[in-house]
Structure formats: C-alpha cells, structure tokens
C-alpha cells in the first residue's frame, strides 16, 4: 500500500524568504556596496534630517498628550527609517495612502507642519475641520490620502485608486502602509487580489513592527512571513531591513519603477514599534523592557548618523544644532496653533456637498438660528 506521501503533491508551506533581508548600512556604518543606491549626500543628509525632525515632534506631541493640551497621538518612534525611505522612494506624481503613523511622509512630501499640528489640535486651521481625532490628517495637494482608522479599509482604496490610473492612462503607481496585524483584515485579503488580479500599480508597504497593539507578529499567522503572503496573490514580494533607510529606499524605488509594467509588489519592512501603540497605551502591560532595549540598539536614527559620522558629513555639533531648529519651529507652530479657535459651527456643513442639499440648508438654519448658543461645540 502507498503512502499518502507518495501519492499527494501536498506542498509545505516553506518560505522562500527566511534569510533574504536587504541591508545597506552595516552596523559599523559603512555600506554594502553591491547594493549602495549611491544617492548624492545631500539627500541622504535630508533623510536624516526629516527623520531627526520626526523623532522631536513624535516625543514632544506624547508631553503635549500627557499635559492635556492634545487628546490623543500615535507615533513612529523607532519606524522612522522605513516610513521616510520609502516616502522618498515615491516619485512626485505618485500617490501615498497612509495608515496612522506616517505624519513623517506626509511632512517629507512637504505638507507645512502648522497644517499638521492644526490637525492635532482640531482647530479652525485643521485641513479635516476638527472632525476626526488628532492624527487623521490628509493631503489631496501633496496627493497624500486620507487615515481612516478601521484597519486595512487603505489598501482597497489604494488599489482602486491605482486601478483608476491605470484606466486613465497615467503613469502614477501608489504606495500604501500598514502594520502586520493589518494582513488578518478583509481588506489586506480584497485588496491584494484586486491588484493581482487586475496588476494594479501598488506597493504595499508592510510594517512589520512586531506588535499589533499587544498582539506579538508571531500570533498574528502561521505563515512563516509576511512577504510569504504576497506569493499566495501572485504579487512578488520582498523584504527589506526597515530600520535602514537607504536599503528601504532602494527596494521600494526598484518596485515604483517597475509597477507600470509588472504591476503590484509587497514589501515587507522589518522594524520597531519601540513606543506604545498610541498614547491610549502602556505596552508595559504586555511586553518586556529588555525586548525594547535590543531593538533600540538598531535604532534606525543613530545607524544613519552613525554612517554620516564615518564618512565626515555631521557631526554632534551639527546634531544639536538642527534638533534645536526642529525644537524651535515646533514650538512656534504649537503656540499658533493653541491661539486658533474652534472650527464654526458652519464648518460642520462645508466641505462634502459641492451644492449642499435642500434638508443640509435647512438644518444648518436650525442649528444657527436655534435655541443653541452660537459659541457652544
Ligand atoms: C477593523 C478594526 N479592528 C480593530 C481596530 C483596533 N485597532 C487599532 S490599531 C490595531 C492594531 C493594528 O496593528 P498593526 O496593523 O500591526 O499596525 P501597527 O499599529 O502595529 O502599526 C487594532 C486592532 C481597528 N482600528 N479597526
């Protein structure tokens, strides 16, 4: 009689992917030449900047949350490398969908950091009007989309919107984030196979930070990676090591410039959640310190300045002088933004209609002529 093994072409689920992780700056800060994407200095310069200038605003909103003065924030600490690398990897006329932690993108893309604290406070500057919680902010100018906080619903819109370039003739592909435990949502699963299926331009931008708020990677599934669930879509996939910027940088250009023709990729980006979820979170509870302070010895900020240092670009002088810069221009766009007022009450009505319907009109008549007080919110 014969086995069932010799009979059945069952196929473990082996990963093609377990050792393949590209790295550039290694950890004494030199680089890996064969795979160096030689940009000139002064862009690596502004990546380290952009990400120094992220790390100040992420640490002082969590005092500003703490103070009462913000009601909520929800930071990249220790992701700065892959959200910025892959940020500049974009071409100017492609779009970025976010999830929640990439204010970094949206400020490298040049969104002005008054708009994005205007967002945190929900002020009458605030580009969603104060409707959303802080952190929600969106960018149509900078083609940046909109965060919408139910996980994965950013993926099917990328893919539709990536689609709808492709229909239209235009050579635009789209990025979009989210974090590993986004792959269990429906949308991770609809949106891949639109995109396989219809060879969609999209790069979808997996963070894997190794927590999905206390849910550790290694719960979230049983394959073996995340760049695995790509094959199972017929979408190529890769991973990259995500606290270094430059190998971000190169893996997520080769994918832009090669979504035209081939269509949608996954990369997987190995990173860090090194603060909690969100201020709403003490990992504390779930997690041990000693697993924090051996992901910190990666941090992706001192790698880079590590290898500027090396090659005589900065310095600590230099250092302190542009956190101090940053320190500066964030305390000014704080003040500003604590002397705004409220949006109108109005404002509630503006914006979704480009003519506002007979039953809006009249509402909005109650509601500004009613018994309600004018100032009231
Ligand atoms: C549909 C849906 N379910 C649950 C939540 C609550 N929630 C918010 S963030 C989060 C974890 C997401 O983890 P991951 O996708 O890994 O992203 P990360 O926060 O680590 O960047 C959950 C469960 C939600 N926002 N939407």
Redesign the pocket.
Known sequence: MQTQEQVVPIRTPESSFDDDVLTVIQPDGTLDASVDPKLPTETVLDFYKAMVRTRVIDEQLVRLQRQGRIGFH?GSLG?EACIIGSAAAMRPNDWIMP???EFGALLWRGFPLQSYVDNMYGNADDVVKGRQMPDHYTGKPYRFGSVS?????QMTQAVGIAHAAKLKGNDEAVSV?????????N?FHTGMNFAGVLKAPVIFLC???????S?P?EK?TASKTFADKGVAYGIPAVRVDGNDILATYKVVRECVERSGEEGPFLVEMLTY?VGG??TSDDPRAYRVQDEVEQWRRTDPVLRLRRHLETEKHWDEAKDEAWKKECEAELKACIAAAEEKPKPSLESMFEGVWEEKPWHLEDQQEQLLNGPRAKDHH
């Open positions: 929800i992701e999830c929640y932690r906080s139910p996980i994965g619903t984030y989210f974090g590993e435990g986004a792959t269990s949502s949308d963070r894997n930070n190794r927590w999905a708020i849910v990677s979230q959640r979820h969100s």
